[in-house]
């Protein structure tokens, strides 16, 4: 190393190099994120205790909903609950019981194998946004998403070195009818990307074409063995857990793939405004949520999620990044890890309408709370704007720029040898500088986070280049990477057998926009 830096030190072309290196568009994936830090643990044991005992007792008082769904029914009256009506209320003890068998980690593969998961432990996964209807460029302004906008999403998470996962709904594409555009998603998941990517959960059908196309992309005899998606199942918060949620969930735990099981709340509108009592329901709603994906296979892998946010009370609208947000992620966390299960919850949260500094503020805040309170599993780690109702270009970028960063926070402080630095300080010594020594020649390339999109140049230097700010360079960097997009290789039989699944699944039903 000490002689490849004296190498570098010589005069020549090597800064044009250096700068063309820097440029050049990489299709590396950093591996997922493997926490080197410690989790923020906001509560303590006896108010962990507190919760749990509360959510077992709401289970068993109180009940949850499984409404349109008899075989839902069935199978907890054979578990042992109390069913009356669509009303389950289940003893103290089973749900937790039931939730034993679900694994404590998994893996998630891809179609590159270099580029398969570990979803659990102290690892981290970032997926981008999912389900916005609306996308926001810096040319078109805000307008509905259509299947060109989701290909290009999926591109730039193929090419977003720091994003590990290609998602599920990046957008929703509405120029493609309701009852089909999943086919031409999923297709997009598996053709423009080769990382991992979700099932479809809008209608229990739509998950046996999500299971039936990965049995094309990857075998049916692997998919029997290994989850090869994650697919999101949110209940219907308050404690209900509606038939077609319910039915995807079947379709994915019988075919042994994964689930996150997911409260979608709104603090002060579906529970509490306390952030004790919205832990109470949170932790009431997976238990149970879990309970069922087991009482369907035991054993199917799932993650426990918690999407929660606060409420403006003059206005009604969710709000995000805010400390009470923070609270409840922070504590769903420790009883995920209590409960021996993967966590999910959300980043990249904001409610402004722009990629502006509200958004900024917004997101880094729901980063970095993500990062802190152990999530296993990050979704809309980058794309998310105004409420979630907008994918936007510009965001996106912004955003899969930040993870970079987060992956280095992730990795801690280390102290070895050579982090040590002895050898620099001895050879600067007093009143010198460090720019030209050994040490730093050495690592000065993997030393810092570099941003690939932040403008960190002299004024002078900006003022020349046109003074742009952040969205004009997030703008531009959405072009070049656009522009610059290979497909990953693909097998051509496979590619057309997917192709001849979409086409004939396309034509058994006519289209339906509802």
Known sequence: MAEAAVRRRGRGGGGAARRAERSAVSFETAKYIERNIPNFEVLNAEALDIIEANAETILQEVGVNF???????????????????DRVRI????????????????????RNPARSVEIGGRNL??????????????????????????????????????????GGTVCEPTDVAVNKRHLDMLHAHMTLSDKP???????????????????ILFGKEFVAENAVMTSLININSPMTFDDVMMGALEVYAQAGQACIISPFIVGGAMAPVSVAGTLTQVMAEVLAGIAYSQLCKAGA?????????????????PTFGTPEAAHITYGAGQLARRLGLPFRSSVGFCGSKLPDAQAAYESANSLNMGLLSGVNFMLHACGWLEGGLVSSYEKFVMDAD??????????????????????AIREVGPGGHYLGCAHT???????????????????ETWEDEGAR????????????????YQPPAMDIAVREALDAYVAQRKAAEPDSFM
């Open 67 to 85: 409404p349109d769904n008899p075989a839902a029914l069935q199978r907890w009256r054979d578990a042992g609950a109390d069913v009356d009506g």
């Open 91 to 110: 003893p103290k003890g089973l749900a937790r019981q039931l939730c034993a068998t679900a694994p404590a980690t998994f893996t998630q593969h891809a």
């Open 125 to 166: 996964v970032l997926a981008p946004v999912y389900g916005p209807p609306f996308v926001r460029d810096a040319h078109g302004g805000r307008r509905y998403a259509t299947i060109e906008d989701f290909r290009n999403f999926v591109k730039l998470g193929y090419m977003s070195r720091w994003l590990h996962h290609s």
């Open 197 to 215: 990517y979700m099932g479809s959960v809008t209608e229990p059908s739509r998950a046996r074409d999500s299971v039936e196309m990965s049995e």
């Open 301 to 317: 892998p799932v993650i426990m999620g918690a999407f929660v946010t606060s409420i403006d009370m003059n206005s009604g609208a």
């Open 402 to 423: 930040q993870l970079g960063a987060l992956h280095h926070m992730a990795a801690g402080v280390s102290v070895d040898e050579e982090a040590q630095a002895m050898d």
């Open 441 to 459: 020649q050495a690592n000065f390339k993997s030393a810092f986070w570099k941003s690939d999109l932040l403008d960190y140049k002299p004024f």
């Open 469 to 484: 700010d952040t969205v004009e360079l997030a703008r531009l960097r959405v072009e070049r990477l656009l522009n610059d």
